[in-house]
C-alpha cells in the first residue's frame, strides 16, 4: 500500500512539474498578452505527419497538399475527409479531443474561438508578414475580445477568396437576346422577363433544406445593390445593435419576392439540393444560376466554353459593385501538434508560385496573399478568367461581403432556409422573411451560440 | 372462394410487390447512366455504364468501408448472440426471481430512440477512451442489441416444453450443461435468425457511426452514406452505383437467409 | 403445467438459491452491457438536461427550465406534433394494409405466391434507412419515377416536387415510411394468422358469415398480440423518426418535416445546446412511453 502512494505521488509530482514546464508552448492563447513575438516557423527537418480535415467534393486542398509533399518531401499527411454537413457538427469534438487537428476547414468561427479551441495566429500574421496583405482578406477570419468578427486577433486563415456572382448559358443567352452582362437591376429584370416569356427557366436554384437556401444568393446580392454593404457585414460580425430588418433590406426581399411569384424560379426549387441544381444547370435548364467560382472547375467540364460569369449589377449605372467574397477557411487546433508547420503551409499557400498556379487552375478563385504576387492566368475559355477580372473589380470597390448564412452557428439552418422555402411557398412574406430571421439572430445571441 | 377472388388476390399482390421493388430498379437503371447526367424515373440507357459500378468502388474507398463494416459485425454479432442468448434462457426458462422485472428493463429499451443516448455516448466513450476506433460503434451496438436479442431468445426459451429440462434435471445434468448441450441446439433456428437480423442491423447502422467515429472510413457503409452525397458533387449515376453497392451484401444476406428469419418468426408465433 | 409447480414447491431452499445465483450470472453479462451503455446514457440525458452546456465548456444548472423552453418554443413543439402526424403513416396505414395483405395472402396464395411476395414485401426492412430516403427522394422529386407514373395514367395535373411542397412533404415521408415497414407487418400478421385454430373459421362459415365477418370476428381478435407488436414498432419508428427525415428532407420545406430526431440533432450539433436537446430526448421518450404503455395494455395476453 506504501509503495503505491510513493509511486502515485510521484507520478503526481511529475504531472505537476511537466505542466508549468509545458505551459508556455501549447495552451490556448486568447487572452494572453498583447504583445504578440512574431514567429516564422518552417517544418523543419523531421518526418512531420500533418493531421488535416478536409471536406468532401472539393479537389483544390487535396492537391495542394499533394504538391506541398513534393516539395517538402519529409512532410506527409494524414488526411480524413467528410461532408460539409458533418464537419459543421464534428468540428468542436475534433478539435477538443485528444488528436486535435493541425489544420480543418472552419464552418464558423466564433464559438470555438470562445472555447478557447482554435490557435491565435496573430505571431505568425507578424512572423510571416501577413498583415501586410490587404486588409480585406483577413478581415473575416478575426475575431475580437468581444466575440464579434471583421476585427482583433487572426483565428483562421483563408486557401483563397471566393467570389459569388451570376453564372449565366451563352446559348440560351444568345437565344434572349443578351449581348453582353446586364449593367443595371433593370436591365438584369429585363433579361429575366425575357427569359421568361421565352418559355426558358429565367434563374436555377437549389433551396432544398439538405444544402441550405440556395436563395440566400440572390437576397443578398439584391441586398447589396439597394444599400450600403458595411450594415450586412456588420450583422454577420454580429456587431452589437446590428439588425438585418432594414428599410433597404426589405425592399430588397420585395424584389425577391416579385421574382419568385413571377416564376423565375423553378417550382420545385425546395426540393432541389445543390447537386442537383448544378447538374440541371450543366444539362441546359437555366439562363442564370448564382453561384460561386469554386464551381468553375465543375462548369468548365460539363459547360466547356458554354458559360459565362458577371458580377451582379447594381441599381444604377456605374454605382460600385459587390458580391460575397469569403476565404476557404481553415483553421489550426489550439492544442495542434504541428501548428507551426501547418502556419507554414498558409504562408506557402499564398506565397508559392507553383500553388497559387494550382489555386487558380484547381480551386478557380484568387489565391490572395501579398497584393505584389501577379494572379496566375487561368487556362484559355475557362470561365475562371472572368471570375478573377471580377474579383479584382470587387475588391477595388471594396465590395467584399461574408454570407449572410454565416452569421451564426445555426441562423442558415434554422432562420434563412425555412424562411425562404415558406417564401417560395407563399407562406411569408418578405417583411416577415427579415423580422423572423432577425428574431431568430437575436435569441441565437442571447443563448451564446 | 371463386375464381375472380383468387386473381383479384393475386393481383393485388402482383402491384404490391411491383411498387416494392420498383425503387430498386429505379436506382438500378439510373446507376448505369453516363457519370454526369441525370436521368429521369426509370430509363434503361443507351449505353449501360456498368464500369460506374468499379468507380464508385474506388472513388468512395469501398474496400475500406466493407472491412470496416465487415470487423464491426463480426465483432458485435457473436457476442450479442451469447449474451442475449443467455439471458434469454435465465429469463424465459430458469425463471429466476425478478425475472418479469429483468424483462420490463430490457423491453423499456426497446422504446428508446437513439437520439436520446448518443451524446452522453459520445462523451462516455470520450472518457473511456474508444471513440473514433470501431469499438465506439461495436460495445454501444452490443448494448443496444441486449433489449431486443433478450425478448427474442426469451419468447423462444419461453415456448420449449418443461418435460425436457425435467428429464435432464433427473438425469443429473447442471445448468450450464442444460443449456449448452440441450437448449442451445434445440434454440439454433431462433438463434440463426437472430444473428441474421443483428447482422444486418450492424451493417446499416448509420447514427452512431455519424457521431461517434470522426474518420470516415472507420464508419460503417451505411455510415459513409450520407457522405457519398457531399463528394459526388456532380455525379449522380455515381451515386446510385455507390448506394447499389452498399445495398448489395444485405440483400444478398437476406436473401440466402429469408427462409430462416421468417421461420423462426413463425415458429415464435405458433408455439404461442 | 401444474405438475411443474408442484415440483417447484418442493426443491430444498439451498438448491433453490443456488439455482437462482447461477441464473443470475446468466443474465448478468447482457445486463452489464446493457447498463453501461444504454442505461447510463440514458441517466446522463437526464442529467444533461437539466444543465446548461455547450458540450465543451463548463455547466451550468438550470433545473427544469429547458423543459419550460422546450413547451413553449412553437418550432419544438411544432415537431413534436409532426411526429405524431408520421405516426398514422407509419403505424395506422401500415398495419391495416398489412392486415388486408397478409389476409389475402393467407386466403388465396398459400403457395409459391404467397412465399415470395413475403420474402419481397420484407426487402425494404433489410436496406439502412439512409439508402431509403436517398432512393425515395429522387422517386419523389419533380422528374422523378413517381411523376413520371402519374403522367402515364393521365393524372398529369398533379404532379409536383412531393417533398419540397408544404402540403405534401410529410404525407410523402409517410409514404417513404409505408414502404419500409409494411413488409414487417405482414409478415408478422401472416405468422400470427397461421396459428389461428381453421375449426373457428368452419364455424364461422357454418354461421353464414361472409369475408368481412369472418375477418371481424375471427381473424382480428386472435390476432391482438401480433397487432400490438406491429404497432409498438412502427409507432417508436415514427416518434424518433430521423435517418429518413434527415435524408430525405432534411426538416424541410420550412418546418413542415422538423421532427424531434432532427431538433435534437439541430440543437446538439448546430446550436451547441446539448442541455436543451436532453430536454427535448427526454421528452420524446416520455411521449414514446405514454403511447406505447396502453397498447401493451390492450393486448395484454399473459404469456408467463
Not at chain 3, 412533404?169 to 389461428?196: E, S
Not at chain 3, 391482438?224 to 432534411?250: N, Q, W
Request: aromatic share 10%; with cysteine.
Amino acid at each position: 500500500m506504501r509503495r503505491h502512494i510513493a509511486v502515485v505521488g510521484s507520478a503526481l509530482l511529475v504531472a505537476l512539474l511537466a505542466g508549468c514546464a509545458g505551459a508556455g508552448s501549447g495552451g490556448p492563447q486568447q487572452g494572453t498578452s498583447a504583445t504578440t513575438k512574431p514567429e516564422a516557423p518552417t517544418c523543419g527537418t523531421d518526418p512531420v505527419v500533418l493531421n488535416a480535415h478536409f471536406e468532401t467534393g472539393f479537389d483544390l486542398p487535396f492537391k495542394l497538399s499533394e504538391e506541398f509533399t513534393k516539395q517538402y518531401p519529409k512532410v506527409t499527411w494524414d488526411i480524413k475527409q467528410d461532408q460539409f454537413q458533418n464537419l459543421i457538427s464534428a468540428t468542436p469534438r475534433l478539435l477538443s479531443g485528444d488528436n486535435p487537428p493541425d489544420l480543418i476547414r472552419l464552418p464558423t468561427m466564433v464559438s470555438l474561438v470562445k472555447d478557447g479551441l482554435l490557435k491565435n495566429l496573430d505571431g505568425y500574421a507578424a512572423g510571416f508578414g501577413w498583415d501586410t496583405w490587404p486588409a480585406a482578406q483577413l478581415a473575416q477570419n478575426r475575431v475580437a475580445a468581444d466575440g464579434t468578427r471583421g476585427s482583433g486577433s487572426l483565428y483562421a486563415m483563408g486557401l483563397n477568396s471566393s467570389l459569388t456572382g451570376v453564372f449565366y448559358n451563352k446559348q440560351l443567352a444568345a437565344q434572349v437576346g443578351m449581348t453582353q452582362p446586364p449593367a443595371t437591376l433593370a436591365e438584369f429584370d429585363a433579361l429575366l422577363a425575357a427569359a421568361k416569356a421565352k418559355g426558358t427557366l429565367p434563374v436555377m436554384v437549389w433551396n432544398a433544406s439538405a444544402s441550405g437556401g440556395g436563395l440566400a444568393f440572390p437576397l443578398q446580392q439584391l441586398m447589396a445593390a439597394y444599400g450600403p454593404t458595411q450594415p450586412i457585414n456588420d450583422w454577420i460580425f454580429q456587431k452589437p445593435g446590428a439588425t438585418i430588418d432594414t428599410p433597404s433590406n426589405r425592399t430588397a426581399a420585395e424584389h425577391l419576392q416579385r421574382w419568385i411569384k413571377a416564376g423565375y424560379f423553378p417550382t420545385d426549387a425546395n426540393a432541389i439540393q445543390y447537386t442537383d441544381a448544378n447538374a440541371r444547370f450543366r444539362g441546359g435548364e437555366g439562363l442564370f444560376m448564382f453561384n460561386g467560382d469554386w464551381e468553375n472547375a465543375n462548369y468548365d467540364k460539363g459547360m466547356a466554353g458554354k458559360v459565362g460569369f458577371f458580377l451582379f449589377p447594381p441599381k444604377d449605372a456605374g454605382a460600385s459593385v459587390a458580391a460575397m467574397s469569403s476565404p476557404l477557411t481553415y483553421g489550426i487546433g489550439a492544442k495542434a501538434k504541428n501548428a507551426g508547420c501547418a502556419a507554414f503551409f498558409f504562408n506557402w499557400v499564398a506565397t508559392n508560385e507553383q500553388a497559387r498556379k494550382i489555386n487558380v487552375a484547381v480551386g478557380g478563385s484568387n489565391p490572395g496573399g501579398p497584393a505584389s504576387l501577379a494572379i496566375p492566368p487561368a487556362a484559355a475559355g475557362s470561365v475562371t478568367g472572368e471570375t478573377l477580372a471580377a474579383g479584382a473589380k470587387v475588391a477595388a470597390a471594396n465590395g467584399a461581403m461574408d454570407f449572410i448564412a454565416n452569421s451564426t452557428g445555426s441562423i442558415f439552418a434554422k432562420g434563412w432556409t425555412p424562411e425562404l422555402q415558406k417564401m417560395v411557398g407563399n407562406k411569408q412574406d418578405a417583411a416577415g422573411l427579415l423580422s423572423t430571421v432577425q428574431a431568430e439572430y437575436k435569441r441565437e445571441l442571447e443563448q451564446g451560440s | 372462394m371463386s375464381r375472380a377472388e383468387h386473381y383479384a388476390g393475386a393481383a393485388l399482390l402482383l402491384t404490391m410487390m411491383a411498387v416494392t421493388v420498383l425503387p430498386f430498379l429505379s436506382i438500378f437503371t439510373t446507376a448505369l447512366h453516363p457519370s454526369g447526367t441525370l436521368p429521369r424515373g426509370i430509363d434503361w440507357p443507351a449505353h449501360p455504364q456498368w464500369g460506374n459500378f468499379v468507380d464508385a468502388v474506388q472513388v468512395a474507398n469501398m474496400g475500406v468501408l466493407l472491412r470496416s463494416s465487415t470487423f464491426i459485425v463480426v465483432a458485435v454479432v457473436p457476442v450479442a448472440l451469447v449474451l442475449a442468448t443467455m439471458a434469454g434462457f435465465a429469463i424465459g426458462l430458469l425463471r429466476i426471481p425478478g425475472a418479469r422485472l429483468l424483462l420490463l428493463l430490457f423491453v423499456f429499451g426497446l422504446t428508446l430512440p437513439f437520439e436520446g443516448i448518443i451524446t452522453p455516448l459520445y462523451f462516455l466513450e470520450r472518457e473511456m477512451g474508444i471513440l473514433n476506433t470501431r469499438f465506439a460503434i461495436v460495445l454501444p451496438l452490443i448494448g443496444l442489441f441486449m433489449p431486443f436479442g433478450v425478448f427474442w431468445m426469451r419468447a423462444h426459451f419461453a415456448n420449449v416444453p418443461h418435460d425436457i429440462s425435467e428429464a435432464a434435471r433427473v438425469d443429473g445434468a447442471n445448468t450450464w450443461t442444460l443449456f449448452w448441450r440441450i437448449h442451445v441446439p434445440l434454440a439454433r433456428p431462433a438463434i440463426s435468425s437472430l444473428g441474421v437480423l443483428m447482422a444486418v442491423w450492424s451493417w446499416n447502422q448509420f447514427l452512431l457511426a455519424l457521431v461517434l467515429v470522426e474518420d470516415p472510413s472507420r464508419r460503417t457503409m451505411a455510415g459513409a452514406l450520407g457522405a457519398f452525397q457531399g463528394h459526388y458533387a456532380t455525379d449522380i449515376p455515381l451515386l446510385c452505383a455507390g448506394t447499389m453497392l452498399i445495398l448489395l451484401p444485405t440483400l444478398l444476406v437476406y436473401v440466402a437467409f429469408q427462409r430462416h428469419i421468417i421461420a423462426a418468426l413463425l415458429q415464435g408465433s405458433v408455439k404461442g | 403445467m401444474t405438475a411443474d409447480r408442484v415440483i417447484r414447491r418442493t426443491p430444498l431452499r439451498r438448491g433453490v438459491r443456488r439455482r437462482a445465483l447461477i441464473g443470475w450470472l446468466f443474465v448478468a453479462p447482457a445486463l452489464l452491457m446493457y447498463t453501461v451503455f444504454v442505461l447510463q446514457p440514458l441517466g446522463l440525458t437526464i442529467q444533461y438536461s437539466l444543465y446548461r452546456w455547450n458540450g465543451v465548456g463548463p455547466a451550468t444548472w438550470v433545473g427544469l427550465s429547458n423543459y419550460l423552453t422546450v413547451l413553449r418554443d412553437p418550432d419544438l413543439v411544432g415537431s413534436i406534433l409532426n411526429s405524431f402526424k408520421l405516426v398514422l403513416f407509419f403505424s395506422i396505414v401500415p398495419v391495416s394494409l398489412a392486415l388486408v395483405t397478409a389476409s389475402v395472402i393467407h386466403r388465396v396464395a398459400t403457395g409459391r405466391l404467397g412465399g415470395l411476395t413475403r420474402t419481397v414485401l420484407f426487402l425494404p426492412q433489410v436496406i439502412p434507412l439512409v439508402a431509403a430516403g436517398i432512393i425515395w427522394g429522387w422517386l419523389l422529386s419533380l422528374p422523378g419515377l413517381i411523376n413520371q407514373a402519374l403522367t402515364a395514367v393521365g393524372l398529369g395535373g398533379v404532379t409536383r416536387a412531393w417533398l419540397g411542397d408544404f402540403d405534401t412533404a410529410l404525407p410523402a415521408v409517410g409514404l417513404i415510411g409505408i414502404w419500409v415497414l409494411l413488409g414487417f407487418c405482414t409478415v408478422l400478421l401472416l405468422a400470427g394468422m397461421t396459428k389461428i385454430d381453421p375449426a373457428l373459421y368452419e364455424s364461422a362459415r357454418l354461421d353464414g358469415a361472409n369475408w368481412l365477418r369472418e375477418f371481424l370476428s375471427v381473424t382480428l381478435p386472435s390476432l391482438r398480440y401480433e397487432i400490438g407488436v406491429c404497432l409498438t414498432v412502427t409507432v417508436v419508428a415514427a416518434l424518433a423518426a430521423f435517418d429518413i427525415v434527415y435524408v430525405s428532407t432534411g426538416g424541410g420545406p420550412g418546418n413542415s418535416t422538423a421532427v424531434p430526431g432532427i431538433q435534437i440533432y439541430i440543437l446538439t450539433f448546430l446550436e451547441r445546446q446539448v442541455g436543451l436537446a436532453s430536454a427535448l430526448a427526454v421528452i420524446l421518450m416520455l411521449l414514446v412511453l405514454a403511447v406505447i404503455l396502453p397498447i401493451q395494455r390492450l393486448n395484454r395476453e399473459d404469456r408467463s
